[in-house]
């Protein structure tokens, strides 16, 4: 059996942080995922899909997520079930993260504000080249950088 999901949104709003009694993080939101097709009236809709993040995740996406960010998740789909006060059952489907990215930086224009810290992936040249070349080849670690020089490869180095 398999029950895996992966969504790609933006958040309805900060995501909200708490604490069990045993002092386990977790962090609820909401992401905003765009429907593949328009409707009639030609508008895009958007599912609004609830999603729980637990322990160190948890408290990464409460310091670092900020709502209209763009963010990745996977995880698996959960539908649980409780007794409100009215004596009525309620069921609540929602997405249990084991994993999301952050899929903007943190200081993009028109951000989602907050002005915090992204963490990032580790970059190697894709991004837009600096004005100093030798600036660029210091703190670039790709050892395929472009530094104007040709690249010696014996036959020996190619694998065919």
């Known amino acids: 059996m398999l029950n895996r999901v992966i969504l790609i949104g933006r958040l309805t ?17 909401t992401l905003a995922v765009d429907r593949p097709f328009t ?12 999603v729980v993040t ?7 996406c409460a ?17 649980r079930n409780y007794e ?4 009525k059952r309620v069921y609540v489907t929602e997405v249990i993260a084991d994993n999301v990215r952050f899929l903007e930086s943190a200081n993009r224009d028109g951000g989602g504000g907050g002005g915090q810290p992204m963490r990032e992936e580790p970059s190697y040249g894709g991004g837009g080249r600096a004005s100093n070349n030798n600036a660029a080849r210091s703190n670039n670690q790709d050892p395929f950088s472009d530094d104007g020089k040709p690249i010696d490869i014996s036959d020996d180095d190619l694998p065919f």
């Not at 995501?15 to 993080?25: D, I, K, N, Q, S």
């Not at 637990?54 to 990464?60: C, D, H, S, V």
Request: aromatic share 8%; hydrophobic share 35%.
């Open 63 to 79: 310091n670092y997520l900020r709502k209209g960010r763009l963010a990745a998740v996977e995880g698996r789909i959960q539908v």
């Open 39 to 50: 409707s009639q009236g030609g508008e895009r809709e958007a599912d609004f899909i609830p």
């Open 84 to 87: 409100n006060n009215e004596g």
């Open 13 to 29: 709003r900060d995501p909200e942080l708490r604490y069990t009694p045993a002092g386990v993080a977790v962090t609820q939101f």
């Open 54 to 60: 637990w322990r160190q995740l948890a408290e990464t």
